[in-house]
DNA sequence: CCAAAAGTGTTTCCTGTACACCCATGG
DNA sequence: CCATGGGTGTACAGGAAACACTTTTGG
């Protein structure tokens, strides 16, 4: 921003958006993926993305390529920058810096698109991805774990109504560790903001059943949630 | 990645690095700004940073900035991707995107450069910034907070050698409040890893002479050593 | 009535915090 | 010998973890 070089003669990049899709199907922590229909890496999985528009903000590029593949709003989901990579040859075709973005999102009911389907994070073969997609990938599992540490965002990953058995299995997906329940349920009680009560009720099988929630109106966790020995 | 465009038409953008390099003067955090020798915003104070090469990876044009700034070796100092700014309009000759960095530096004993100066952040203008950095600026001191937190790097704002006083003057700085001296040393000397003691003491006016210590070989804290209640 | 899951109570332990106190130096 | 900062000891309060126990459902 500060260089002294004519802005006629810069280098010329080409900027990409590609999406890690997160999701919760217990006990599994599930990833988007879509299977490349041209060369190169024809037939591999990629992450779903694509170019940013000359004059299309970062966000919005993001955002659009996920109501693309996902038919998810935003405003049902969580969506965040995670990372830019930009290694001059992790494109063979050009140079290529794409800015990565994070999306937690609650399971769709619907139908997957065309060539795209929910893969199990842990038994997933780096070498099958894409490009440096493993290594987005990777960027962006740890960035969900740390944030559903310290964050509400676990809720991003439930329905718009839930119980807190769903919230807890979360947190079971993502770190592959069951926790105590009744120690779950005070500490998410105990927290303002965290959940929110509606009156109801709901049952699935046998055993007493669940109060539902919605999510709060905090963001934020004090202390976390998930003990410092978990990696 | 995924994108059905040809290669040959994508929209050409404008790749940079900016930096917030971040130092700490007992009791301020500090940032390194330099003076925009030319137009547009010719005058304000801008983050330090420039064009990234063709065939230039992110992190190596981000750390070659860094030692044409200050003279620093990226060796004895923290350099960290921070987030990536790409408003369409941010910057009114052409569309750029740019990668921002994070570096945390013991503040240099040689001679500043001709246009660059330390500002304290606190007591900085957001208006008196050029284009968006008031904005980049803001998240990498929330970055380098959140940093000091859970990780070992606050002895990356001191000396090789330094006295557990420096190392407490930095989390002060950080968050402008005054720890308890003794709670300090006790949980910086129970992390295994953290600090690792010379054999050495070192006087500096009166009291008794305090130890002094390099850092150590771990980088992650369990649990954080600031309080929660600290913003 | 039995299994299973939700939810509550209780005990134990550990850690953060505050603060009193001793140590070693410069002036 | 006094002020100043380094460093240690200790007692108290709050929270996390483990687990026994009660509640409410489906089969």
Redesign the interface.
């Known amino acids: ?5 004519d ?1 006629a003669d ?7 958006v ?1 999406l890690v899709v997160l999701t919760v199907r217990p006990p599994n922590l599930e990833v988007l993926l ?1 299977r ?3 060369a190169p890496q024809k037939g591999r999985w ?13 966000a919005d590029a993001a955002e659009s390529k996920l109501v693309d593949k996902t038919g998810i709003r935003v405003k049902q989901a969580h969506l965040e ?1 995670l ?2 990579f ?3 040859k992790r ?1 063979p ?7 990565a973005h994070l999306a937690m999102v609650a399971v769709p009911s619907e139908p997957e698109l065309e060539g795209a389907a929910w893969h199990t994070v842990g038994s997933l073969d780096a070498a099958a991805l ?2 440096d ?1 493993a290594e987005i990938l990777q960027a962006g599992v740890e960035r969900a774990r740390s944030k559903l540490e310290y964050t509400t965002l676990a809720t991003s990953f439930c329905r718009s109504e839930f119980t807190l058995a769903e919230l807890r299995s979360v947190y079971e997906a993502a770190w592959g560790e069951r926790l105590d329940a009744a120690n779950f349920q005070r500490k998410v009680l105990a927290t303002e903001g965290f959940v929110e009560s509606t009156g109801r009720t709901e049952s699935a099988g046998p055993g007493r059943p669940a109060r539902t929630f919605v999510a709060g109106r905090a963001e934020l966790l ?2 976390p949630l998930m003990p ?2 978990a990696l």
């Open positions: 921003m500060s260089s002294t070089y802005p810069f280098p010329a990049f080409a900027v990409t590609d879509v490349r229909a041209e990629a992450l779903p993305g694509g170019f940013v528009g000359p004059s299309q903000d970062l920058q990372q830019t930009g290694q001059p494109d075709r050009m140079r290529v810096v794409s800015v894409a490009f997609h004090h202390p410092p020995g």
